[in-house]
């Protein structure tokens, strides 16, 4: 019987811990929250930093702030004090820390306003309900690092270069002022006896260009260039100094942030150094200084870092944003093609257009003149067919040829297939009556129909033999090649950097897209598809995106591109 007995409560021992925790997760699900259930606990201040603490221990700490959180926040949510009137209205609005509360499978988010003043400190739990926290216990909150963010002055001091860059210090110790009008620290970083490698940032046109964003009550500045000390003064001395491009410094700065009277909230100390790869200043040119209106410019920069830094206006506007592009021949250039439309309306007659370029980090723009020469397009009546106009040039056939053709014009091909070779006519051997099918023309729909309509010729118009070969104008990929009511069957080529040639009207199409096509290749068939008149001819155009330009200076001249 007494074997039986001990056996008895043998058992029972054993299954001891797993009635406690059955009880645990009932208390866990049913009840308030619990130190013994809580498991896990986050936190989220007020500038969305979230830190995370875990049980490892059911010893409980000595319940401070910078200890075990679990078991400061559970003590402090049972020291405070049920506020029957409920969250003072001023806090209602307020930003809050929220934390939440992990047990077993069940998450329990509580609210915490606190603020620089800690008699003045709520929570309010899951079910709505207020507490007013024990002064103690805000005091003892807002002397830990997780509420930083109620005192701005805490954030160190960021050192950034010219090229947004930040440094990182060798050493920096920081302290700010608490509410109790006292210092404590928030940082202190001493890289000195590690082996981090020092950093590298270009320093373009010899400017150091330094911005802390809080700025050094005193900075203390030395260069050394190929093992000499080049520089050891203080920083606002530092324009005295001549920086060699192409080579490489060592720089240290000690900074010092002083005590001023509490005006900063904040004082301390840091020290840095990296290598700074001094770098020409950026600079632009035009390949050209005049041109007609319809015709374009290649500007070219030189020793830009990064493309989207660059800002393009002009005055008057030519509406058009330019895109540079890498020049694969020689990574030191940047080239953008910029097209000046012969509708400008403002380009009526001979004028200057004033070009500012701008890479905001490196100083005031750099502003370059064009010279846009007085030129006057003539008129000419364009006799078409009744039915042809009304079956091919109508408002809706003019919007679906614009709607396919967007994308094949916005496209941006990085790489130059044109050489240093002159464009060619599609058709080899013909001319145009440029005054007649030149490029820019107004046109005057005339002939039976009588619409008067006028419109801009945006290219040539050959009118030829049946049979006729299309040429490739210059190398290039063909982007497409399809048939649309307006145009006819069309063939659009990428020569890259935006530039592009368009032939319409064809019977015949040789090429597809995706094909990479020489100068002089044979792309298709003159033919009389599309809003033409019935002999055969074909219709060839040049543009930069989607901007028309005349192609009669790409047959006298390359496009000029100086290295």
Same mark, same amino acid.
């Given at each position: ?33 619990? !130190?013994?259930?809580? &498991?896990?606990?986050?936190? +989220?201040? %007020?500038?969305? /930093? ?5 049980? =490892?221990? @059911? ?90 963010? !109620?005192?701005?002055? &805490?954030?160190?001091?960021? +050192?950034? %270069?010219?090229? /947004? ?5 060798? =050493?920096? @110790? ?390």
């Amino acid at each position: 019987m007494k074997n039986k007995v001990i056996a008895f409560f043998c058992i029972i021992a054993m299954f001891i811990p797993t009635y406690i925790a059955i009880a645990h997760y009932i208390t866990a699900q049913n009840s308030t929250l619990d !130190l013994r259930v809580v &498991s896990k606990m986050q936190l +989220l201040d %007020l500038n969305g /930093n979230v830190f995370t603490f875990e049980r =490892k221990s @059911t010893v409980q700490s000595n319940n401070t702030a910078e200890d075990n959180m679990i078991d400061f926040f559970m003590q402090l949510n049972e020291n405070s004090r049920l506020e029957e009137s409920g969250l003072p209205d001023p806090l209602k609005d307020k930003d809050s820390f929220v934390v939440s509360y992990f047990s077993y499978d069940r998450e329990t988010k509580f609210n915490y306003y606190f603020s620089s003043n800690p008699s003045e400190a709520y929570f309010t739990d899951n079910n709505g309900e207020a507490f007013r926290i024990n002064e103690d216990d805000a005091n003892n909150f807002l002397l830990s690092k997780y509420a930083r963010c !109620l005192f701005p002055s &805490s954030a160190e001091p960021v +050192l950034t %270069l010219a090229d /947004n860059s930040t440094v990182e210090p060798l =050493k920096l @110790t920081w302290r700010y002022l608490t509410h109790l009008n006292q210092y404590i620290e928030s940082v202190n970083i001493n890289n000195t006896t590690t082996n981090i490698p020092i950093q590298t940032h270009s320093l373009v046109g010899g400017v150091l260009g330094l911005n802390f964003n809080v700025w050094p009550d005193s900075l203390y500045v030395t260069i050394v260039e190929h093992g000499k000390s080049i520089f050891a003064d203080w920083y606002e001395n530092l324009s005295s100094i001549n920086l060699n491009e192409n080579t490489t410094i060592n720089i240290t700065l000690d900074a010092v942030w002083y005590d001023d009277d509490n005006a900063r909230g904040a004082n301390g100390e840091a020290s840095y150094q990296f290598y700074g790869e001094v770098k020409a200043q950026p600079s632009f040119y035009l390949e050209k200084t005049s041109i007609d209106p319809g015709e374009f410019v290649v500007l070219t920069g030189i020793n830009v870092q990064n493309i989207n830094d660059i800002k393009f206006s002009s005055e008057p506007s030519i509406n058009f944003t330019p895109v540079f592009f890498v020049d694969d021949k020689d990574n030191r250039y940047v080239r953008a093609l910029i097209p000046v439309a012969y509708d400008l309306p403002e380009i009526d007659e001979s004028k200057d257009l004033n070009i500012a370029i701008t890479i905001s980090m490196y100083g005031n723009p750099q502003v370059l003149n064009l010279t846009v020469k007085a030129k006057t397009f003539k008129v000419r009546d364009y006799a078409i067919a009744d039915s042809n106009i009304m079956a091919r040039r109508t408002e809706d056939t003019i919007e679906a040829f614009k709607k396919a053709l967007a994308s094949t014009y916005s496209s941006k091909e990085s790489k130059r297939y044109w050489d240093d070779d002159l464009f060619i006519s599609a058709l080899e051997g013909y001319t145009i009556n440029k005054l007649a099918q030149g490029f820019g023309i107004h046109r005057r729909i005339s002939g039976s129909a009588g619409t008067g309509e006028r419109y801009r010729n945006p290219g040539i118009d050959y009118i030829t033999n049946g049979g006729e070969k299309v040429l490739a104008v210059s190398s290039g990929r063909v982007i497409y090649e399809g048939e649309q009511i307006l145009s006819g069957k069309i063939v659009v080529i990428d020569h890259g950097w935006g530039l592009k040639s368009t032939y319409c009207h064809m019977s015949i199409v040789s090429v597809k897209e995706g094909d990479i096509v020489s100068r002089g290749s044979i792309i298709g068939i003159v033919g009389a598809t599309g809003f033409t008149r019935p002999d055969w001819g074909l219709h060839e155009s040049i543009s930069v995106f989607d901007v028309p330009v005349s192609p009669y200076p790409m047959w006298e001249n390359p496009i000029p591109l100086k290295y």
